[in-house]
Each structure stands twice: as C-alpha cells, then as structure tokens.
C-alpha cells in the first residue's frame, strides 16, 4: 500500500511558476513508477508527465514539454513538478499517481494509486 499526498498548488498569474510536491508513505519507493495527472472541470483526466524508479527516465505530454520538470528523491519518498511558464489552460486539479509498471505509462488506468489532488489555478 502506498499514499499520496499532494501539496503546492495554489493562484498564479500566467508566466508564473509552481512548484507541486507528491510525498509517498509506504515501503520501495524507488520501485515505483511516478506520474502526473490533471483534470479540468468538465474534461477527463489527462496525462501530464512521468518518471521512472530510478529517476533516469522522464516522459511528457506535448502540452507541457519544455515547461514543466518531473523529479524525485527516493531518499525523501518524494515526487515533484516544476512548472514554469504557466498558462491559463494549465488550470486543473493536479494529482500524483504511482504504478508498479511501465507499459501504458500515459494511461490513468496504468497507476495503483492516487493523491487527493492539488488545484492550481493560473489566472491571465
């Protein structure tokens, strides 16, 4: 078992920055695949960014390529989102996700378990 708590989010104007942390209780930390999901109101879940146990490897969603930074300390349990250059269609609820695969990494179905979210609000 593992739980999720998410913290950072908050108000910003657009072109600023957020920093979202994802802190995880439970054993194997480094065992898990990491994610980023978001959902606006009205719109489905969707996939933001991704990184492996060990950290060596990053995938991200065209939308925030370039912006945003996935990251981890495995020796804090702790999985983190820089975004920068925020726009106001980043708006969402974030939530961070963990699975124990690798395939179908961009599919909210892929993860075991999820954080009650953090909203972000980007205003313009």
């Known amino acids: 078992q593992v739980q999720l708590v998410e913290s950072g989010g908050g108000l910003v104007q657009a072109g600023g920055s957020l920093r979202l942390s994802c802190a995880a209780s439970g054993r194997r930390f480094s065992n898990y695949v990491m994610a980023w999901f978001r959902q606006a109101p009205g719109k489905e879940r969707e996939f933001v960014a991704r990184?492996?146990?060990?950290?060596?490897?990053?995938s991200y969603a065209d939308s925030v390529k370039g912006r945003f930074t996935i990251s981890r300390d495995n020796t804090k349990n702790t999985v983190y989102l820089q975004m920068n250059t925020l726009k106001p269609e980043d708006t969402a609820v974030y939530y961070c996700?963990?699975?124990?695969?690798?395939?179908?990494?961009?599919?909210?179905?892929?993860?075991?378990?999820w954080g009650q979210g953090t909203q972000v609000t980007v205003s313009s």
């Open positions: 996700a963990a699975g124990y695969s690798s395939a179908d990494w961009d599919k909210a179905r892929a993860y075991n378990y």
């Open positions: 990184i492996s146990g060990s950290g060596g490897i990053t």
